[in-house]
């Protein structure tokens, strides 16, 4: 992919943020997602580059930080400046010394199997299966094998532009159902029980919501296509097969190698994106090879989509005009 360089990042900044010297570097995407961020080090980075890397994460849904090998507490910390740390729901994930950090893994920590190894190999959106969805992923890899490591990005808002007016209208206005039932990874505490027994079990962990199909982003305004191969299980008003019928013709759409962006890992990168803009996906791991990632999901204060109120209860629908949370507001970190 090329980029093209910003001439001045400082320029986009209020100005007594543009006054403060800094070495930061951005590279614009050259298509719709993926600003690219260096000569930074997250241990140490100041309120102006940390605004100035919401500001490209709000525009350009995906941004990759280069360079920079923190230490579990520092990788937690520099999360901390986007919003408020997850605790994944299922502890199997957790890192065993600090629960924000969910880890995917193939290894061995201290002799003992850590986190679930093989996640989110199908296009899907983070916690979409929940009443509120995890606005921001930040993801690291501790061990990168040998061979390639990807993970491949769709941008819904690029798709919407381009559905075809009859799926257009059988969308909007209509309610996706989200579930996390046929995702469950089978741990060792479940052996001996039944298919049924653990479907049921995984309803009763994530039982099902809805969510709009096409939602309206809380910063730009932009509307996304909200629904993921993983966990849209069906839509309202249809019958099932119907809704399978829709819901494939979009899947197919959406994963057409014209939409899918790919990130090719290199040492040091840590990537955020927003989970309202885009659909991702990880790449295998090649046989014999060792792969650990570290993600960390952030809360980062505003509504999943307009009309949802972000709350740590039951988020509601509301009514509401539709205004926009200006950039500037996302100056302060919780
Ligand atoms: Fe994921």
Redesign the pocket.
């Known amino acids: 992919m090329e980029y093209e360089l910003e001439e001045s990042a400082a320029a986009r900044l209020p100005a007594n943020l543009a006054t403060n010297a800094s070495a930061l570097k951005v590279v614009l995407p050259s298509r719709s997602i993926g600003a690219e961020i260096s000569n930074v080090d997250i241990r140490t980075i100041s309120d102006g580059d940390v605004l100035t890397i919401k500001r490209q994460l709000y525009e350009h849904k995906l941004v990759v930080i280069r360079g920079q090998f923190p230490s579990e507490e520092d990788y937690i910390a520099f999360a901390r400046r986007f919003g408020t740390p997850q605790i994944y729901l299922q502890p199997n994930y957790h890192h065993p010394e600090h629960k924000e950090i969910f880890v995917s893994s193939n290894e061995q920590y201290q002799g003992r199997k850590i986190g679930v190894r093989g996640?989110?190999r199908y296009w899907?959106t983070?916690y979409s299966f929940m009443p509120e969805p995890l606005p921001l992923?930040m993801l690291r890899a501790k061990t990168l094998p040998r061979g390639v490591r990807e993970t491949y990005y769709i941008d819904t808002t690029r798709v919407l532009e381009q559905l075809p007016d009859d799926l257009r209208a059988l969308v909007t206005d209509r309610f996706g159902i989200h579930e996390g039932k046929y995702r469950y990874k089978v741990q060792a505490s479940d052996i001996d029980a039944s298919l049924a027994e653990l479907l049921e079990m995984a309803i009763g962990l994530a039982p099902p919501v809805r969510h709009p199909c096409i939602i309206e982003h809380p910063v730009s305004g932009k509307r996304c296509l909200y629904v993921n191969r993983g966990f849209t299980t069906g839509l309202e008003g249809l019958s099932a097969e119907e809704s399978a019928r829709v819901l494939n013709r979009i899947f197919e759409l959406s994963e057409r190698a014209e939409h899918i962006h790919t990130h090719s890992w290199q040492d040091g990168d840590i990537l955020l994106w927003d989970n309202r803009y885009l659909l991702?996906r990880?790449g295998a791991v090649a046989p014999g090879e060792t792969s650990t990632t570290y993600?960390i999901g952030i809360y980062d204060g505003l509504p999943f989509y307009v009309g949802l109120l972000p709350s740590k209860s039951q988020p509601v629908l509301v009514e509401t005009n539709v205004v926009h949370y200006p950039v500037g507001a996302l100056e302060v970190s919780p």
């Open positions: 996640t989110g899907h983070d992923t991702h990880a993600r």
